[in-house]
């Protein structure tokens, strides 16, 4: 039931996105490093804390709003991450977007020998620098709802806090 509703919010995204694929967009590659807490509870419950690798592609359009599809992983709990998001863009300054979002997808993690992918949701913020035509990097804060439950050990939550560089071609 949970990999039926990721995969419907994933299809939502992409449908609702489509008719703004013909206005002005501009596509992108990038690739993340950062910190994530995962708030694990329950038997032989661990430190969640540890780096966090992305890799990410996506299309901003008309300036305003950005899809994205992401991959993220995490050594510690061996987390694959996959999320679909949309992010508002504000401009402050000529190369300087805040953003607010939102973003849905699974995560496959695996604690104490027990491996679960589950149903991931939540929201992000952050702060985007174009260095010029092809080249942005932004600082995110994002948070997770996670439904990992697995032998008495559950993941709560997750925060990340991510730098990204992306290529705009």
């Known amino acids: 039931m949970k ?11 992409v ?5 703004a694929f013909a206005a002005d967009t501009e ?4 690739g993340g490093v950062g ?9 032989n419950a ?5 780096a966090t690798y992305q890799i990410r592609g996506g299309a901003i359009m008309n300036d305003h709003h950005r899809v994205m599809g992401t991959y993220s992983y995490m050594d510690k709990s061996s987390q694959n991450m996959f999320l679909a998001s949309y992010d508002y863009l504000m401009p402050v300054h000529q190369n300087i ?14 604690l104490n020998s027990n491996s679960s992918t589950d149903f991931v949701w939540g929201g992000q913020v952050g702060a985007m620098y174009e260095i010029n035509d ?26 990340q806090v991510v730098w990204s560089v992306d290529y705009r071609f």
């Open 3 to 13: 990999k039926i509703a990721a995969l419907s919010t994933l299809a939502l995204t």
């Open 15 to 19: 449908f609702a996105a489509s008719p």
């Open 27 to 30: 596509w992108f590659v990038g």
């Open 35 to 43: 910190y994530q807490e995962d708030s694990i509870k329950g038997n």
């Open 46 to 50: 661990q430190n969640g804390e540890d």
């Open 97 to 110: 977007n805040l953003f607010a979002g939102v973003s849905a997808g699974v995560a496959d993690s695996k």
């Open 134 to 159: 092809n080249w942005s990097t932004d600082l995110t804060y994002r948070y997770l709802d996670q439904d990992y439950s697995e032998n008495q050990a559950k993941i709560d939550y997750s925060q």
